[in-house]
DNA sequence: CTACCTGCAAATTTTTTGCATCCGG
DNA sequence: CCGGATGCAAAAAATTTGCAGGTAG
């Protein structure tokens, strides 16, 4: 991630807890609970649950992780990727419980489409789908 | 809504919060939060947060209200559609914060064909855009 | 009568804020 | 030094649960 120049050429100082949560972000690839997350980090040396969503609030503004929510009521975050190129969305299998990442070229086409027909400008789109994985089927 | 029958049949009694709510919810015909719907109820006559989160778990069970979470980490509600026939999505315009349904088939036709393609049984699926509605555009 | 429904209040869970202090540049 | 960054504890906000009645069928 080049999350920490980003943060420094807009004037943010480091920090012991944030730079430790940037690291676990960037090594992980699916999407984590801020609660996960503090759990993780606390394990090693003491870091606040403020600190966690202090920090995923201060990337989600700079557009450096992605929030989700898939419909038990807890935020999950997941690196962004500026370059477009792992962009992804999601399945929740019912059956396993797993969080599935995929991409979809002809959904992307889709969404383009229908922003030009419906004069939207979008910014941001985020599918979630619900159903059974390719194991569970 | 024929959500009443639904419920009978399947040995549900009849109650005030849940009767009020769902005529409240067929009425609406975009989203509401438990709040909301609890501010609007309690008005006339007083009815228990607790009874809505049950009625709207109860009908959210049985398909009878569709769960959305925007993003801001609070559930909406809308009544859901069994004919299919007002499937829609959801834009979050950033500039007026007006929730804005939309349909589109070519999104509905992507959906499905990645469906077969990744081996998913897909028994739902939300599609959540951040951006300009056509007024703010 | 019995099983389900309801209101109230209290408990949980997730997220936010206030504040004193620490630390990076 | 100064403007962030952090930890802790307390506060808010959203949702869930326990319990003692009430009511539909």
Redesign the pocket.
């Known amino acids: 991630m080049h999350a920490r120049e980003v ?2 050429s807009s ?9 430790k949560l940037i690291d676990l972000l960037a090594a992980q690839d699916c999407a984590l ?3 996960e997350i503090e759990d993780t980090l606390r394990r090693d ?7 966690v ?3 995923l ?2 990337l989600h503004d700079h557009e450096l992780v992605t929030r989700l929510e898939l419909g038990d ?3 999950r975050y997941e690196p962004a990727d500026p370059t477009g190129r792992h962009h992804h969305h999601h399945l929740i299998c019912e059956q396993c419980g797993q969080l599935v990442p995929f991409d979809d070229p002809g959904l992307e086409r889709s969404i383009h489409n229908l922003s030009r027909r419906l004069g939207f400008v979008i910014n941001e789109h985020e599918v979630t789908l619900r159903g059974n994985c390719a194991d569970c089927s």
Not at 11 to 19: I, K, L, S, V
Not at 45 to 51: M, N
Request: aromatic share 4%; glycine share 14%.
């Open positions: 943060l420094a004037g943010h100082h480091r920090g012991a807890a944030r730079d609970s801020a609660l040396g003491s870091v606040a649950r403020a600190s969503y202090r920090a609030d201060l009521g807890v935020a």
